[in-house]
């Protein structure tokens, strides 16, 4: 079956719980904390919603293989990339790839000239993708103080260059 694409629903949870703790299972000491820091998955659809940004899955065969999801414009003009999962049969396709391709594309719709992330300072694989992609580590982090301890760092991306950037602010003005 060929996976597809799709907008989060609440019926996404057991799918996505078992995603996440997949991939944290790929690192000691990284932990879900559905009480805490991970709670969006528990009702991810109401989740979106309240906060007013997409979220979507891919499915396959009725398996959610993957998950990203994006902020709302922030006034500074940035869309924070969240949630971006991918099950280990499906990575090395292309598909991570894709998806964050579907969350600049959603910032660009919505006027954000760059978008942000957080990402768990024991991912190297991701990161290495988030480098690859063009993001720049911006030497930020930030302990969060759950139950895996998790420091994370920040990458960003401009979606615009210089020239643009100085159009966008002159029409703004």
């Known amino acids: 079956m060929t996976p597809y694409l799709r907008t989060v ?3 996404d949870r057991d799918g996505l ?3 996440v703790a997949a991939a944290f299972d790929e690192y000691p000491g990284c932990v879900l904390d559905l009480d805490g820091l991970d709670a969006d998955l528990l009702a991810p ?3 979106a919603a309240q906060r007013g940004s997409p979220w979507w899955v891919v499915s396959e065969a009725g398996r959610v293989v993957a998950t990203i999801g994006a902020g709302p414009a922030r006034s500074d003009g940035h869309v924070e ?3 971006l999962y991918v099950a280990d049969d499906q990575r090395r396709r292309g598909l991570a790839t894709t998806l964050v391709q ?3 594309h959603h910032a660009r719709t919505v006027g ?3 978008v942000d992330l957080w990402s768990d300072e024991r991912f190297a694989a991701a990161h290495a993708l988030y480098e690859r992609l063009g ?4 030497a930020e982090r930030r302990d969060l103080d759950d139950p895996s301890d998790t420091t994370e760092r920040r990458y960003r991306r401009d979606l615009v260059g210089t020239r643009e950037r100085t159009l966008v602010a ?4």
């Open 170 to 173: 002159a029409a703004a003005s």
């Open 81 to 83: 990339l969240k949630r």
């Open 9 to 11: 629903r609440n019926e």
């Open 102 to 104: 579907l969350v600049e």
């Open 135 to 138: 993001y720049v580590d911006t």
């Open 17 to 19: 719980i078992e995603l």
């Open 45 to 47: 659809g109401d989740e």
């Open 112 to 114: 954000a000239t760059a």
